[in-house]
């Protein structure tokens, strides 16, 4: 059974940073493409980044240069690093596996507010 | 961006009778592969997306033969027969054809 654990959330001030990690099991981690994915209290859903299974990265518009995605293979962990964070990056950060997003951790929390 | 437009925006819909949603893609989804990169998800209340279609209209492991995806090119559609109970919670169409990946609005399904 695919699982995916998020963690890493809570309450931070504006400009400072957090790291998610998402722990996964139940399937061949590095073998395929994850994601982090937000959804904004009561609001929709916005793909925040991407990494490939050779750790290509990739990030929207909103994040690029203050999130980095990672990877560690050998402990089958996602991570995302977030510096200089903002008021609308409170948000719930959800990992997500492969390219069609086909399984979904519980998400954690993040809110961003002095 | 592709802009993914979904209609409508919320749905009543009485146990037993069918339901459509709709998803408008600015850009055809298309790509040269031959495959149309057109996802469906459903939100149940304090629940994360679950992947329900793939590909337009390939139910994904464990989703009941009820859900059901068509379209092509920039007009997608997923159908809900029979709705259920269960079946309440936000619905949100997806492209990953180019990145960013974006998603509809999202159509809020309740029960009557």
């Known amino acids: 059974e695919v699982q995916l654990l998020e963690s890493g959330g809570g309450l931070v001030q504006p400009g400072g940073s957090l790291r998610l990690s998402c722990a996964a099991s139940?399937?061949?981690?590095?073998?395929?493409?994850m994601n982090w994915i937000r959804q904004l209290p009561a609001k929709g859903l916005e793909w925040v980044s991407g990494?490939?299974?050779?750790?290509?990265?990739y990030y929207a518009d909103s994040v690029k240069g203050r999130f980095t995605i990672s990877r560690d293979n050998s402990k089958n962990t996602l991570y995302l690093q977030m510096d200089s964070l903002r008021a609308e990056d409170t948000a719930f950060y959800y990992c997500?596996?492969?390219?069609?997003?086909?399984?979904w951790g519980q998400g954690t929390l993040v809110t961003v507010s002095s | 961006d592709i802009v993914l437009t979904q209609t409508p925006l919320s749905l009543s819909v009485s146990p037993g009778q069918s339901a459509a949603i709709s998803c408008k893609s600015s850009q055809s989804l298309l790509y040269s592969d031959g495959k149309t990169y057109l996802y469906w998800y459903l939100q149940k209340p304090g629940q994360p997306p679950q992947l329900l279609i793939y590909?337009?209209?390939n139910r994904f492991s464990g989703v009941s033969d009820r859900f059901s995806g068509s379209g092509s090119g920039t007009d997608f559609t997923l159908k809900i027969s029979r709705v259920e109970a269960e079946d309440v919670g936000v619905y949100y169409c997806?492209?990953?054809?180019?990145?960013?990946?974006?998603f509809g609005q999202g159509t809020k399904v309740e029960i009557k």
């Open positions: 997806m492209q990953s054809l180019q990145l960013p990946k974006t």
């Open positions: 990494i490939s299974v050779s750790s290509g990265t």
């Open positions: 139940g399937f061949m981690f590095g073998n395929y493409v």
């Open positions: 590909e337009v209209s």
């Open positions: 997500a596996q492969g390219v069609s997003l086909d399984y």
